[in-house]
Structure formats: C-alpha cells, structure tokens
C-alpha cells in the first residue's frame, strides 16, 4: 500500500484537473482517509484552509507523506509534507516551435534519478528483448549481429542483446543514462556513447539494424527532428538493414489515466503515483515520485510530452529512406490494432542507396 495521505482544496479543482482527483478516488492502494460528510475513500477533501498547517501537521504524524494540493504558485516541502500546486500540468504552447526532447533530456528520471531507472519502470525486459532477437533473425538480411540501439537509456535491452552474441552500440543523450549503463549493464560486446540521435557520427555504418525502444523516439514531436533522426539511422545501416521503432499504442489508452506502481529493491522503497493525460495525438505525463532510504526521504516531481505518430505519418516522413514491411501490436507478435493493441512497433527495411 502506498503510504501517502492526498489532501486537496475542493475549491481549486477546475475543468482542467478535475478527471485527475477523481481517478485518484478510483486507485485502490492510496491511503484510505475521509473527513466529515464527504465520505469519499482514497483521498481526503478539505474545503476550509484556515487551519490547513495545523490539520496537515497532524496528518503528517500518522503517514509516511501528506502532499496537499492547493492554489499555490510552486511546490514546497515542510518534513513529510508536500504543498503542490493544483495546476501542476505543463504548459503545451511552450512547445510550438520545440521539440519536447528539450524537456525530456531534463527529466529526473534520466538524470538525478537515473540509478532509480530500473525500480521505477514496469517492463519485462527479457520478454522485449527475445522479442528484438525474434525480428532480427526474421527480418535482418545480414548475420554480422550488429545492432545500434538509439536512446538506449540504462542498456537493459542490451546487455540482453550482448548475452546472447550480439554487438550492441548504445546511444542516449543522457550522460547520467550512459553512467548508470556502464555501471550496471556493462558487457565486452556493448559500447555506450553519449549522443543525440539527431546528431551524431559513428565509424560503423553497417548495422544490421538499430531499434529505439519505449516510446522515446516520440519524444522528436517536430516532423524534422524525426526526419533527422529517419536519415541517421539509414546512414548506419548495412545494406537492407531494418529499424524497428517501438512506442506504447496511444490511441486504445484512456484518455485520462492515474495510478500507482510500488517497488523495493534493497534498503531503498520507490513510491510512484502516476497520471496520463491524452489530447489530440500528444499524451503529457506526471509522476509523482515517493522515496525512502535509510538517509532520508525524498519526494520528486517530473513531467514529460511525447507524441504519436500514425503509420501514415513515419510513412510520408521515411518514405525515401525506408518501407514498412511489418507492424506488430505487443512483444508477443500479435498483429497491431489500433483500437486493441498495447504497442505500436514498426519494422522498417533500408531501401536502396
């Protein structure tokens, strides 16, 4: 259970937050608390703010975190409690003219926080991995197994990939990705190099083929910026080499989503609280991080953008460079439908120089 009591000024919730509080009465492993005649589980509704500091003091003596949701203009912490700003979504309209890898690159996760990657994330990464050794062996027209991974964030694809005989070069932006990759999922057949796939150089340029897992080539939402990265890819692939591009299936996901996602590993306990919001063909996610360690507790906040693109889209922008020849709809092979599916991953074939 996660031990966080959630307080919030009934006053301030508007259009704009509203479907996130009521998700959050929906999650099962929140706190159960309730005051007065509400009597709503989950989340405690306090619509009189005259004595709020001595109310959540009192809250805070009985739970390992109060975070209360109020009309202030920044988040702030007092011990275990945590004052956040009840419009707490980003700004979209910052991102007319910019990618939202500008935002991305500064995520927590894959900088202060990046030696908590792996507690964090909820993915089977040996089931993703045979599933990557799967369309090799099918589709990739080359046996040298050498595979260029782009955002290879901490290398849990690769050092699967390596264990197995394959020759991995992963990239990442992140300098603190790249460290914790060399830290925890070092192996002889892998190189980790510090770079943006919207801009890089490397010796080789016959991969056989270079994958970008977990929705993060959706980070690149400018139509060049993906195009960029299109043609670097086709300039490190061998001859008929594949790209396969894998992303979660936005349009067969709700709308509004919040829940949570507990994990301990060792001494250290990760509390995360998480909420998904899509509009249009963009999904803006918050994730509200919970913690404790024998040292202190910590409590973070980090947000991202990504957008989807539909086969049309990586059609028209790859088109002089690859073709689609299979898209798949998860890591079980199952073939994709948009309304039903929980992946959209492409498998694109170079075509020739």
């Given at each position: 259970m996660i031990n966080v009591c959630i307080v919030v000024n009934i006053d301030s919730v508007n259009e704009i937050n509203k479907e996130f509080f009521n998700n959050l009465l929906k999650i099962s492993d929140v706190k159960k608390v309730s005051i007065k005649e509400t009597q709503k589980k989950d989340v405690l509704f306090f619509d009189n703010t005259k004595l709020i500091d001595n109310f959540l003091f009192n809250l805070s003596q009985k739970?390992?975190?109060?975070?209360?949701?109020?009309?202030?203009?920044?988040?702030?912490?007092?011990?275990?409690?945590?004052?956040?700003?009840?419009?707490?979504?980003?700004?979209?309209?910052?991102?007319?003219?910019?990618?939202?890898?500008?935002?991305?690159?500064?995520?927590?996760?894959?900088?202060?926080?990046?030696?908590?990657?792996?507690?964090?994330?909820?993915?089977?990464?040996?089931?993703?991995?045979?599933?990557?050794?799967?369309?090799?062996?099918?589709?990739?027209?080359?046996?040298?197994?050498?595979?260029?991974?782009?955002?290879?964030?901490?290398?849990?694809?690769?050092?699967?990939?390596?264990?197995?005989?394959?020759?991995?070069?992963?990239?990442?932006?992140?300098?603190?990705?790249?460290?914790?990759?060399?830290?925890?999922?070092?192996?002889?057949?892998?190189?980790?190099?510090?770079?943006?796939?919207?801009?890089?150089?490397?010796?080789?340029?016959?991969?056989?083929?270079?994958?970008?897992?977990?929705?993060?080539?959706?980070?690149?939402?400018?139509?060049?910026?993906?195009?960029?990265?299109?043609k670097n890819a086709y300039n490190h692939l061998g001859e008929n080499g594949i790209l396969l591009l894998d992303s979660k299936n936005i349009p067969s996901l709700d709308l509004n989503r919040t829940y949570s996602r507990n994990n301990k590993v060792n001494d250290i306990s990760i509390q995360l609280l998480i909420n998904k919001r899509i509009f249009n063909n963009i999904q803006n996610s918050q994730y509200f991080y919970f913690i404790e360690n024998k040292e202190k507790n910590e409590f973070y906040f980090d947000e991202e953008f990504v957008r989807f693109y539909t086969i049309d889209e990586i059609q028209n922008i790859s088109k002089p460079y690859f073709e689609i020849i299979k898209c798949y709809g998860d890591f079980n092979s199952d073939e994709y439908q948009k309304d039903s599916s929980t992946r959209f991953i492409l498998i694109l074939k170079k075509r020739g120089e």
């Open positions: 739970n390992k975190w109060v975070i209360y949701f109020d009309d202030c203009k920044e988040k702030k912490e007092t011990f275990n409690i945590i004052y956040m700003p009840i419009n707490f979504y980003g700004d979209i309209e910052q991102f007319k003219n910019k990618s939202f890898t500008e935002n991305a690159k500064n995520k927590l996760i894959y900088n202060d926080l990046s030696k908590y990657y792996m507690a964090s994330i909820a993915n089977d990464t040996l089931q993703e991995s045979n599933f990557l050794i799967k369309v090799f062996k099918e589709f990739s027209p080359n046996k040298t197994m050498k595979i260029l991974d782009c955002c290879c964030g901490v290398g849990r694809h690769d050092f699967e990939l390596a264990k197995k005989g394959y020759k991995i070069t992963g990239i990442d932006i992140s300098k603190n990705q790249i460290a914790t990759a060399n830290k925890i999922h070092s192996h002889e057949n892998i190189e980790y190099l510090v770079h943006d796939i919207r801009d890089y150089q490397l010796n080789v340029k016959n991969y056989d083929m270079a994958i970008c897992m977990w929705t993060t080539y959706n980070y690149l939402s400018l139509n060049n910026d993906f195009l960029i990265f299109i």
